[in-house]
């Protein structure tokens, strides 16, 4: 019976397909910020997947996108792709998003579907990808550029983005309680 329930379904990857595509799009809606790193929906976009398809086909878009923008399709901000962009100063904020997925996967796990709990993996999810992507830009930047502390690389990465991402957040637990419903 569990390996009834663990095979993925035609409509399974259906909607990881329409949701990996959805990524896409949101990264591509970029809106130019003066630190020089723009504002994207791929967050909405993120949270929409985990939120939508639940856990288990959410996490699957989110590595799909991911792998995707890897092997050089353009699906990344700016149009971009490779893998050039996961070894970049912001690249650990793109990793933190598996992060984020698995996090988001293990709430529903755990704690079930609800508002709530989706509301709060999703809270947990952005810090979790808030967290790895500083921690990597500190490391990565120290490397190829100079050391910078800690407060200066929050104020370049995180806190500029903290309202917007937090605006993302309520519309795509908003959405995702309208839709979930009708993706089953």
Same mark, same amino acid.
């Given at each position: 019976?569990?390996?009834?329930?663990?095979?993925?379904?035609?409509?399974?990857?259906?909607?990881?397909?329409?949701?990996?595509?959805?990524?896409?799009?949101?990264?591509?809606?970029?809106?130019?910020?003066?630190? /020089?790193? =723009? &504002?994207?929906?791929?967050?909405? $976009?993120? %949270?929409? +997947?985990?939120?939508?398809?639940? #856990?288990?086909?959410? !996490?699957?878009?989110?590595?799909?996108?991911?792998?995707?923008?890897?092997? /050089?399709? =353009? &699906?990344?901000?700016?149009?971009? $792709?490779? %893998?050039? +962009?996961?070894?970049?100063?912001? #690249?650990?904020?793109? !990793?933190?998003?598996?992060?984020?997925?698995?996090?988001?996967?293990?709430?529903?796990?755990?704690?079930?579907?609800?508002?709530?709990?989706?509301?709060?993996?999703?809270?947990?999810?952005?810090?979790?990808?808030?967290?790895?992507?500083?921690?990597?830009?500190?490391?990565?930047?120290?490397?190829?550029?100079?050391?910078?502390?800690?407060?200066?690389?929050?104020?370049?990465?995180?806190?500029?983005?903290?309202?917007?991402?937090?605006?993302?957040?309520?519309?795509?637990?908003?959405?995702?309680?309208?839709?979930?419903?009708?993706?089953?």
């Amino acid at each position: 019976m569990e390996a009834a329930r663990s095979k993925i379904s035609t409509k399974d990857i259906t909607y990881v397909a329409a949701f990996t595509a959805l990524l896409a799009i949101c990264s591509w809606i970029s809106v130019p910020t003066p630190t /020089g790193i =723009p &504002v994207t929906f791929q967050t909405f $976009g993120i %949270f929409l +997947a985990l939120g939508v398809l639940g #856990g288990r086909r959410g !996490t699957l878009a989110v590595l799909c996108y991911l792998l995707l923008g890897a092997i /050089g399709v =353009p &699906v990344l901000a700016g149009f971009s $792709g490779g %893998f050039s +962009a996961y070894i970049s100063p912001s #690249g650990g904020y793109l !990793t933190g998003f598996v992060f984020t997925a698995l996090l988001m996967w293990g709430m529903e796990k755990f704690f079930g579907k609800s508002v709530w709990v989706l509301g709060t993996g999703m809270v947990m999810g952005m810090t979790a990808y808030y967290v790895f992507g500083t921690v990597w830009f500190l490391l990565v930047y120290a490397r190829t550029e100079s050391a910078a502390g800690l407060m200066t690389v929050l104020g370049w990465c995180v806190f500029p983005y903290l309202l917007p991402d937090c605006v993302k957040l309520v519309m795509a637990l908003t959405l995702s309680k309208e839709l979930r419903e009708h993706v089953r």
